[in-house]
């Protein structure tokens, strides 16, 4: 009997435990050019990934596979458990319910308001108008924006559109993140602003992230910062002390150069990634 109880126990406990993203010997070439080579890597629960690179190295084409957009010509991926490379389109629908977008330029849709943005997915699911709006002031809330819920894309600045994708993509309030350079094209100010708002999700709804940037300087702001949920704002951890939760993914001509924590890449002895970083 006390065997019994000991092993309900464990089950629970180790499928916590289990990497929510998992990527194995995965490979993908167009027009018979390799973008992708034998990538393998893992994203466990609560964790960031940060996905940096040059330009044309193979992060967004990541990051379609991830959300089972794409699939690979060889190996597997698996998210939540599930191999999604062998998966049918209605599964992977069931899949993508779980799992929050963030796109580089937004994807609103024009002719919706905001409040209609961010309540698409909750209007695919039948849920109730009242509830589905109560849900997305709270949304708008956590990006700041409920001022804006009757406002229409073409009166937004490039900011504010980018944290009402982020607002569509909690709204579920998905067990996986995928950031798409969030902040493509916009100015430093602007880039801090959204920075933060991934910091705060990362800390207050501890949500397992994957994140593509080109800046280097956002990169490093999310593992050397945390939200203080007291002033609401984000702040240096202090100490020079790192972001546990927080890892980096680099990638070149298709292969990783680079996993690991904060701390090995800044203190890496690689020529190549030590002239990237410069």
């Given amino acids: 009997m006390s065997t019994a109880a000991s092993t309900n126990v464990s089950e629970p406990e180790q499928a916590q435990v289990e990497p929510v993203v998992v990527f194995r010997n995965v490979s993908i070439a ?29 992060k967004s084409v990541l990051m379609k596979l991830a959300n089972g957009l794409i699939c690979p010509d060889s190996g597997t991926i698996e998210v939540f458990g599930e191999n999604v490379t062998k998966m049918r389109e209605i599964d992977l629908y069931k899949l993508r319910a779980r799992i929050g977008m963030v796109f580089q330029e937004s994807a609103l849709f024009d002719s919706l308001s905001v409040e209609e943005n961010v309540a698409y997915r909750l209007h695919e699911d039948k849920v109730p108008e009242e509830e589905a709006h109560i849900r997305v002031v709270e949304a708008l809330k956590f990006v700041g924006l409920e001022q804006a819920i009757d406002k229409f894309p073409s009166e937004l600045s490039g900011g504010m559109r980018r944290r009402v994708s982020i607002a569509r993509a909690i709204i579920t309030g998905p067990d996986l993140i995928l950031y798409d350079s969030p902040t493509g094209g916009l100015d430093p100010i602007t880039s801090t602003t959204i920075v933060e708002l991934v910091v705060k999700q990362r800390d207050v709804s501890h949500t397992t992230s994957l994140l593509i940037t080109h800046r280097l300087q956002d990169a490093f702001t999310l593992a050397m910062n945390r939200f203080n949920q007291k002033t609401g704002r984000m702040e240096l ?39 990237y970083l410069a």
């Fill in 30 to 58: 167009f027009d018979m050019k390799p973008v992708l080579e034998d990538i393998s890597f893992s994203v466990d629960r609560g964790e960031t990934l940060i996905i940096l690179g040059p330009a044309g190295c193979g």
């Fill in 237 to 275: 951890i202090g100490n020079g002390a790192i972001d546990p939760s927080t890892r980096f993914l680099v990638l070149n001509e298709g292969k990783i150069a680079f996993h690991g924590i904060t701390q090995e890449l800044v203190h890496t002895t690689d020529p190549w990634l030590k002239d």
